[in-house]
Antibody, heavy 121, light 109 residues
Framework: EMQLVESGGAVVQPGGSLRLSCAASGFSFDDYAMHWVRQAPGKGLEWISVISWDGGRTYYADSVKGRFSVSRDNSKNSLYLQMNSLRLEDTAFYYC??????????????WGQGTMVTVSS | QSALTQEASVSGTVGQKVTLSCTGSSNNIGSYAVGWYQQISHGAPKTVMFGNSLPSGIPDRFSGSKSGNTASLTISGLQPEDEADYYCSTWDYRLSGQVFGGGTKLTVL
């Protein structure tokens, strides 16, 4: 069974940093680009970032560009999101998602259960 | 303001057929496959359609289509468990990123 499990969510102060992880299982992780998507309380889904299968290409939403960094370790079947200079508006559930066919422009078919990040003073 | 436009709310009775729409532009829907996601009570999203493909485990009363810059998700034979928020998404080559619709709240009467 294909599965994604996020971890690393926490309460952090504005300006702080946090690293989220996403552990993949049940599929060939290194064949697929991976997305990060977030959802603020009571709001809709917002795409954050995507990384190609080999980590060679990354793209970010304007709202996080320059502050967040996506990476992956295919030897560990793991995806990461390094979040720096956190703002109150970064408070959200963060989901990792597998692309359908593997390309960075593909939509998602498998989602994790999410991890909550709260930015608060 | 979302790059993709969805109805804020749609309702239907059990057994009815309902269609949700997702309108974008040639930069996104007109050029790439669209994904549809179901979210029940703010739980994790679940993909119910991508392109014209039905993910494993999704009932075949769900179907998807696209015409020009508008994609549609049709649910034939609406069931109470279909009540949820539905989001569409696709890639946008001008933005170099994925874009989502604002979501449609589907109510089963």
């Amino acid at each position: 069974e294909m599965q994604l499990v996020e971890s690393g969510g926490a309460v952090v102060q504005p300006g702080g940093s946090l690293r989220l992880s996403c552990a993949a299982s049940g599929f060939s992780f290194d064949d697929y680009a991976m997305h990060w998507v977030r959802q603020a309380p009571g709001k809709g889904l917002e795409w954050i970032s995507v990384i190609s299968w080999d980590g060679g290409r990354t793209y970010y939403a304007d709202s996080v560009k320059g502050r967040f960094s996506v990476s992956r370790d295919n030897s560990k079947n793991s995806l990461y999101l390094q979040m720096n200079s956190l703002r109150l508006e970064d408070t959200a559930f963060y989901y990792c998602a597998k692309t359908t066919v593997g390309g960075y422009s593909d939509v998602s078919d498998i989602w994790g259960q999410g991890t909550m990040v709260t930015v608060s003073s | 303001q979302s790059a993709l436009t969805q109805e804020a709310s749609v309702s239907g009775t059990v057994g009815q057929k309902v269609t949700l729409s997702c309108t974008g532009s040639s930069n996104n829907i007109g050029s790439y496959a669209v994904g549809w996601y179901q979210q029940i009570s703010h739980g994790a999203p679940k993909t119910v359609m991508f392109g014209n493909s039905l993910p494993s485990g999704i009932p075949d009363r769900f179907s998807g289509s696209k015409s020009g810059n508008t994609a549609s998700l049709t649910i034939s034979g609406l069931q109470p468990e279909d009540e949820a928020d539905y989001y569409c998404s696709t890639w946008d080559y001008r933005l170099s990123g994925q874009v989502f619709g604002g979501g449609t709240k589907l109510t089963v009467l």
